[in-house]
């Protein structure tokens, strides 16, 4: 149990354009989906919290107008990195959580973005 | 702010030695996770440390938490080869919107036959 998928896995586009990923969890209903992101040899870093059916709370130097957050089901939320530019690049990472306090985050398999 | 810091970042050892990562956080907290990551890979998770003096071990690793000294620790005994990875604590802020995770920066070990 406890599953969460990411889509694509990876992806490419031309900088400019709009990139959207996916996150779902499969076999629970996530009330919380946190997104990160994280460059090469780093850490990861914490992008925005997302609750079902409310806007998104981003972290401090996180641009919300560039990364659209999306929460409108239980089991799914999305990014949207809006005209994206090389220094987005990034391997970007989800997790879900059942909202129970303190529950343990399940955390999606990645999507490795490239921007050209 | 919260400050999550491991320990050595960097770690070169031979198989069949004991070795102990590091993760000191600077705020209480009432839980600490451990995650290891391949190259490439997301986050696996491999312990969570939910109070003072909790000690968890799986096959070679061992981690325990002490809250009074904000520090936890993941011991490495007889290491294998593929136990290389990078592995990362975080720590769980419970905040009024819900858990909030900070990572440390990363320990990243490699071992050597």
């Known amino acids: 149990g406890a599953v969460v998928s990411q889509h694509p896995s990876w992806v490419i586009c031309k900088s400019g354009t709009s990139v959207k990923i996916e996150c779902r969890s499969l076999?629970?209903?996530?009330?919380?989906m946190f997104w990160y992101r994280q460059f090469p040899k780093q850490s990861l870093m914490l992008m925005a919290t997302?609750?079902?059916?409310?806007?998104?709370?981003?972290e401090q130097g996180v641009e919300k107008d560039k990364f659209l957050i999306n929460h409108a089901s239980l089991t799914l939320s999305t990014l949207t990195v809006t005209s994206a530019h090389p220094e987005d690049s990034s391997f970007y990472i989800c997790?879900?959580?059942?909202?129970?306090?303190?529950?343990?985050?399940?955390f999606g398999p990645g999507t490795r973005l490239l921007v050209l | 702010e919260l400050k999550v810091e491991q320990n050595p970042l960097f770690l070169s050892m031979q198989e069949g030695k004991n070795y102990t990562i590091y993760c000191n956080y600077s705020t209480t907290s009432d839980r600490l996770y451990w995650y290891r990551q391949d190259p490439g890979k997301s986050l696996e998770s491999l312990f969570v440390l939910l109070s003072n003096g909790a000690v968890k071990q799986e096959g070679r690793l061992m981690a325990s938490l002490d809250t009074k000294a904000r520090l936890s620790t993941l011991h490495i005994t007889a290491a294998v080869h593929d136990l290389s990875a990078t592995y990362f604590c975080a720590v769980d802020i419970a905040e009024t919107s819900g858990s909030r995770l900070t990572f440390g920066e990363g320990t990243q070990l490699t071992v050597n036959p």
């Open positions: 076999d629970f209903q996530a009330t919380t």
């Open positions: 997302s609750n079902e059916g409310s806007k998104a709370t981003y």
């Open positions: 997790s879900a959580q059942t909202g129970a306090y303190q529950e343990t985050q399940y």
